[in-house]
């Protein structure tokens, strides 16, 4: 078992920054692709970004190329994601996944585990 827990969201005007993080415990941090997920109210969740287990490879979603950033430290076992230029379009909970594969992953499916999900609201 993976335990996943995020942080870091909250209420932020459109063209501001947040940086969300996932905590994880329960196993080796490094056997794990991470991933971060969207669901905005009204649709279905939708993939956000991926990093490899040794943080060498990425793969973003089309809509927050070049404003995203995934990153990790599997010394403290967390991953993160920057968000700057927010737009009121990325309003959304998301959810950090882990993935027990050697592969990235761009599909919901392929995720084992998943945090309870936080809160990011834009405004405009």
């Known amino acids: 078992q993976v335990q996943l827990v995020e942080s870091g969201g909250g209420l932020v005007h459109s063209g501001g920054s947040l940086r969300l993080s996932c905590a994880a415990s329960g196993r080796i941090f490094s056997n794990f692709v991470m991933g971060w997920f969207r669901q905005a109210p009204g649709k279905e969740r939708e993939f956000v970004t991926t990093i490899s287990r040794s943080g060498s490879g990425t793969d973003y979603a089309d809509s927050v190329k070049g404003r995203f950033t995934i990153s990790r430290d599997n010394a403290k076992n967390t991953v993160s994601l920057q968000m700057n230029s927010l737009k009121p379009e990325d309003t959304a909970v998301y959810y950090c996944?882990?993935?027990?594969?050697?592969?990235?992953?761009?599909?919901?499916?392929?995720?084992?585990?998943w945090g309870q999900g936080t809160q990011v609201t834009v405004s405009s």
């Open positions: 996944a882990a993935r027990r594969h050697l592969l990235l992953s761009t599909q919901q499916s392929d995720y084992n585990y």
